[in-house]
C-alpha cells in the first residue's frame, strides 16, 4: 500500500515516513501544499497524510483541490492541538479523518488502518481470502490455521493482493502500490517476489489463490467464490 505523507516539518515526517516502512507500506513524502497536490494528482496512493498547517498551500485547500481533480483516496488530516475550526474545515474539505498533534504514533497506525479499509467493502480488521487471513494489525498470516511466514515486502505484496481480492494487477500497478519511485520496471523483481510469495501461500494447499494471467499479470482469488 502506497502512502502519502504531506508535512513541512522534516523531523516529524521522516518520524512518520519510518515508522510506516516498518508496516511495509511505501511511503512518499511532500514539504509543502502544492507538491502535496501534484503528487496526490499524479500517483494513484491507497492513502494521504495531510498537515493542515502548511507553506504554498494550506492542508485544507490542498485537500479541496485534490478532491475537485477526482482524486478519492482516503485522507487524515492532521491538526493542531485545540484548533476546532481545522478540524471541521478539513472534514468539509473532504478529508475522511482527523489526527491531533501531538499523537502517538500507534493511534496514527491505527487511523491509517481505518482508512485503507474503507476502500475495500470489506469492514472487518482482518483480511480474507477463502482459507487464507491476513491480520494487519498483528502481521500474521495463515491459511487453514496454519502460520506463514513472509518478508515484509512479501507481507506488502500479499496486502495488496487481498485488498484487491479479484481484481487483475499488472506489474505496473503493483511496482507502484508496492515498490518506491526508483523501482526498475525492466527487472523481474516483480514476477520473483510473486513466485515466492506462491509458494509460500499455495505450496500444499489444494486450490492456487495466487495465479498468473499470462500478458496481463497477476490475481489473488478467493476458491470459494465463483467469479
Ligand atoms: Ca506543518
Known amino acids: 500500500m502506497r502512502i502519502l505523507v504531506v508535512e513541512d516539518e ?26 502535496g497536490e501534484r503528487l496526490a494528482s499524479q500517483t494513484p496512493y ?16 490542498t485537500c479541496q483541490k485534490i478532491r475537485h481533480r477526482g482524486v478519492s483516496t482516503p485522507v487524515l488530516i492532521l491538526t493542531a492541538l485545540g484548533e476546532t475550526d481545522d478540524k471541521v474545515r478539513g472534514l468539509d474539505s473532504g478529508a ?5 498533534k501531538p499523537f502517538h504514533f500507534e493511534e496514527l ?8 479499509r474503507r476502500k475495500s467493502q ?3 480488521a482482518l483480511l480474507q481470502a ?3 487471513v491476513l491480520d494487519p494489525v498483528t502481521r500474521k498470516v495463515e491459511r487453514e490455521g496454519r502460520q506463514i511466514r513472509l518478508t515484509s515486502r512479501e507481507f506488502a505484496l500479499l496486502e495488496y493482493f487481498m485488498r484487491n481480492k ?3 494487477l499488472s506489474r505496473a500497478n503493483l511496482a507502484q502500490h508496492v515498490w518506491n519511485v526508483s523501482f526498475d520496471m525492466e527487472s523481474n523483481v516483480i514476477d520473483v517476489y510473486v513466485k515466492l510469495l506462491r509458494q509460500k501461500i499455495d505450496r500444499g494447499f489444494d486450490q492456487p489463490m495466487l495465479q498468473t494471467i499470462v500478458g496481463a499479470g497477476y490475481v489473488l482469488k478467493d476458491p ?4
Open 122 to 124: 470489506d469492514k472487518s
Open 166 to 168: 479479484g481484481q487483475i
Open 10 to 35: 522534516k523531523k516529524v515526517a521522516s518520524f512518520i515516513k519510518k515508522g510506516l516502512e516498518e508496516q511495509s507500506y511505501v511511503v512518499d513524502t511532500a514539504f509543502d501544499g502544492l507538491e
Open 46 to 61: 491507497d492513502a494521504i497524510i495531510l498537515d493542515v498547517l502548511l507553506p504554498k498551500q494550506d492542508g485544507v485547500v
Open 109 to 116: 497506525l491505527a487511523r491509517v488502518r481505518a482508512l485503507l
Open 96 to 100: 475522511d479523518d482527523y489526527l491531533t
Open 224 to 227: 470459494d467464490e465463483n467469479d
Open 130 to 132: 477463502g482459507s487464507l
